[in-house]
């Protein structure tokens, strides 16, 4: 960290300011520019995580060199990391297909749409139980019942699950039916539920705050590893910007900066990013092309009677195209992924 | 809501939509326009909630005419609310201050807090107990044992207590000790937290989301007030924009649309908005002339010492300072407050 | 058009707006609905343009259902257009690459570039002699010098030349050496300067603002295509955002909904979006995938030379290796390009 | 500014670097930390300006210390500037008020404009006469007729003449008719107009861009400065963001940020942040409150008639009722502006 001071401070600001650097065990480095003086913090900042330096005499501003987070960060480990989700490893050299309905609402619906991805080579189910909507007058998803039928689904098709928790009382919940928890993007800072997942150990998908920047969203990811649990994958799903023609703005740059500068997998939500499915395919493959890990992408039986998300959600022709277009890029960009397993 | 059919639909596309439509009760107005003809919906759209009209074939959008929301709009109360804390009366003809610092740290920082900012003529303290910290490296608060200070603080000056709440178990601890519950920024749509709060009945001061449009928001509060609860504040804290000057960009415009769309009462928070001391005058004044009900402010005994948000707090002399200023602005604005009550 | 009348409007009010609307030679739709009345308007809404019906009496909102703009979109012409450049044909099945230095620097400088491009596969040379720069006190550009030196690279290498024009006088200089005048982002709403390139008839890139949503880029497109020069192709090159990881947020959707909603080319500027090489590969890959019709790429010789936009400028050598990725994906994504032409 | 090196960058890195520097006359810091080395950079980096140093082995970032401006900030000029039009004085203890309509339609309608608004306490009449407009099928102003007409205004009434200009062209025509060049957002980035105002010497009303940082402003601002011009007045009108209850977002903190870096006066713009005359009262008072120099409003003799922005002129009426606000607001803020002159 530089602190940097203002035109005119004094000797005294100074000293002031290096005692209690000095006191706390960090090293100081002082240089003299033609109108401000720097200062040069050495050490291991998080002891100054308390300490308002910004509101001593004389300071101008501080100015971070290096980036807040650690264990999510490349200086910690410089090579990527692969996370298995029991024998399913993310992050590897093979892409990761995360498929289903947005909702889950029925059986039939859930066990039709498991068999669906299932056939195209999705390795994930997913479906959402506990379900955040904007208004209080929609349906607001079947929860542990949902759960359940998530599981028969597995049972009957060995897909790995994932689904959103929502609160301490869902992963409890949860944890029973699930092989990796889903932090929505609006939990992004949503730190008590985030310690808890970090607590379980499970696997967490972790998708990004419509308004959280990348560097907060790896701050944020911190909480969960620092409860000692480094199984995240990133998901990318869109950040809000003023353009309205789709519901997010998809940051395809987030892919190769998370890359640059995290160990972590990166997967793609293009549905939520979107918000309408005939974006789909080119916001897929643009991910994919992009050096994603994987997509997520909401895939429901029949959209038209979804009771939730209905425009975003491919039907399984659709998906199964998709993934077989995938299939073919993957190869190209020295991936894998099993079309039709 | 207006349905927009594509150019080119069919007479038949038109016939199933109005079947669905009627068979729900809702009443239908055909439009042939030069180019795409529109369907008008009348009566209660909450009965479509769940129904996925644009995926029926021919429809090209949808197109909302009545806001989404019910409860907080003017067309259910046109008058403005008045929500009585206590006695305390906000969104009337007094304009209302919340101060208090960032975090409780000690019994002496929030008493001699609490002292200093009822001098200065503030009716609330405010004080965070569970803090939301971006890093899980910072301080994160005094939790319950916070709590029981700022009763001391509030049975040793009168004042209100405002304190935010981070989760359900949160809210089942501060309701022994708290007059209003906070919803901070990051839990705007955490909606099985409005609706806890919602269930409590104690009023509730309900910041705006860095990423929440003005409707998103009151389309939020929703869920607290339709668990019954009325007793809503609303409180603009800044958005998220591309200027980084200050940390969140104020929009001031939020007042006079909140004061034309909704009945509720607005206060604003300038401190987070800001992020600086030396910002908070400007905008605290600005806020009062926009029309706002109130502020909240921090404001630290010594916030030199603070361990968190420490530059945005402002001294108790610096707060006395606004309060003479806002005292002599309210009369002008046909409002009052009491400097130095 | 529908124009939305609040609750309570008078019948006189109604009357008096259709009125208006009747002669001016529209059709009027009225539909009562429970909360309101609205009236569908039908015929060409641009008799509307210089008329403030949001001004008349009981008016609460005006709601546009066809889009603006009229030439650049797809209900005007359905096929996707193919612009030609001297024979390189934009928008077809061949992917179309343009490529140089930011600025040209000096003859040794974009003759090399332009060798080293063409061998890769480039149709077009890019270089910059009109520079806006952010700072005055930085290099501004070799201005007609410059142009000059293009077209000796031209000469030599057959390739396509590319320039941005900043100024009606600047046009006026560059028709005589360019074969596409470039519109930069700042000048995306210079209606003055459209206005002139339009009149010029020569093809035109024209870039998207940073701030321009889709709709107002395709209306500006129409200030070029109402001078009856429909040689238009579209360029994203990343909007504003709150984003700092890369200089601007590449709008990757924007290549999908432009293909939806307009008969333009399109192709996409990561050099500027992300605005550091090492992002490059990635994101062109991303823009090929998503169904971009081409790219534009800063290429200079010896970037640490650079004399503007260093930093996001690949090496020939990292060029001729996209060039190769991007032959192998053409070939998978059904398009075409020539590595190595 | 302060160079940051990568981890395990080599002690030859270092050199090359500190050649280069102390070649170009610079001064030089060199700091070793835990995890990075860092250079700071002491003398005027101006030279610096086209030396792409991030591009250096070894170099991971350079970090900004000074800002970039020079003749704009309050280092160069720490008092604020008061800038003279004909002896109406912008940026001292009087309040300035520029008002009138969007456009110049008619003599008559100007005429009635000037004297409504002179009525009222207006020192300058606004109208534009070359107007940027977003589709090319709406009205695009009367030109050098509307300028003629202007001047007949300020004989009958002595008010200043404000208004903008658009390209080259239109600054020769406009000087022979208006006492202050109006610089409109959308142009904000257009270096060869801003030079040219520059050179010409007039008093320059510079207004912020719609996706412009105050510091992208500053900047811009120096382009006109260091052409000898220091006439240099600021106005905030909005920025893009994702909120669409108002047509741009007003940034009210740019005022005491200009104030805290820059000695330029600043007025603010509410009828374009706004674009709904309801709002223009509340955002002109914040504006006053948040310690603005004077305001620039839109008037109309009769908005239900304007050919352009319809929705966001006020009538002479309701100026007038602005007017005595603001003239009382005055006062209680330590500033001046004569009601009803």
Redesign the interface.
């Known amino acids: 960290m530089?602190i940097?001071m203002k035109?005119g401070s004094q000797d005294s600001d100074i000293h002031e300011i290096t005692d209690i650097l000095e006191s706390l065990g960090l090293?100081v480095?002082i240089?003299?520019?033609?109108?401000?003086t720097?200062i040069?913090?050495?050490?291991?900042k998080?002891v100054l995580?308390?300490v308002?330096l910004?509101?001593?005499p004389g300071v101008e501003k501080l100015?971070p060199?290096?980036e807040?987070?650690k264990l999510a960060g490349k200086?910690f480990k410089p090579e990527p990391s692969v996370i298995d989700v029991n024998g399913v490893k993310i992050g590897g050299k093979e892409l990761v297909m995360m498929a289903g309905p947005c909702a889950i609402e029925s059986r039939d619906q859930i066990m039709s749409a498991a068999l669906a991805v299932k056939k195209s080579g999705a390795q994930f189910l997913r479906g959402g139980a506990f379900k955040?909507?904007?208004?209080?007058?929609?349906?607001q998803g079947l929860e542990e019942e949902g759960l359940k039928l998530l599981k028969e689904a597995k049972e009957a098709t060995g897909l790995q699950i994932v689904s959103e928790v929502?609160?301490?009382?869902a992963v409890e919940i949860a944890i029973n039916y699930v092989d990796m928890f889903q932090i929505g993007a609006?939990?992004v800072?949503?730190?008590?539920?985030l310690?808890e997942v970090g607590r379980s150990g499970k696997p967490v998908l972790f998708k990004r705050?419509?308004?959280t920047?990348?560097?907060?969203w790896l701050?944020?990811a911190?909480?969960i590893m620092?409860e000692g649990n480094y199984n995240v994958v990133l998901c990318e799903r869109g950040?809000?910007?003023?353009?309205?023609?789709?519901r997010n703005?998809?940051?395809?740059?987030?892919?190769?900066?998370v890359?640059?500068t995290s160990h972590l997998p990166i997967i793609v939500d293009p549905s939520h990013?979107?918000g309408k499915a005939?974006?789909i395919h080119?916001?897929s493959?643009?991910?994919?092309?992009?050096?994603a890990d994987g997509l997520i992408i909401e895939v429901h039986p029949n959209?038209?009677?979804?009771?939730?998300d209905?425009?975003q959600q491919l039907t399984p022709g659709s998906f199964d195209e998709l993934c077989k277009?995938i299939s073919?890029?993957a190869e190209?960009?020295g991936r894998e992924f099993k079309y039709g397993a």
Chains 1, 2, 3, 4 share one sequence.
Request: charged share 20%.
């Open positions: 530089i940097v035109p090293g480095h240089s003299k520019g033609t109108e401000r720097i040069g913090v050495i050490g291991d998080r995580s308390d308002p910004e509101l001593m100015v060199i290096v807040p987070y200086t955040p909507r904007t208004s209080p007058y929609a349906f929502t609160s301490e009382k609006r939990n800072q949503n730190f008590q539920l310690r705050g419509p308004s920047t990348i560097e907060e701050n944020a911190e909480y620092s950040i809000r910007t003023f353009e309205t023609a789709t703005t998809l940051d395809i740059s987030a892919v190769p900066v890359k640059s990013a979107a005939q974006y080119s916001l493959k643009a991910a994919i092309a992009a050096g959209p038209r009677c979804a009771l939730s209905a425009a277009d073919r890029m190209i960009l």
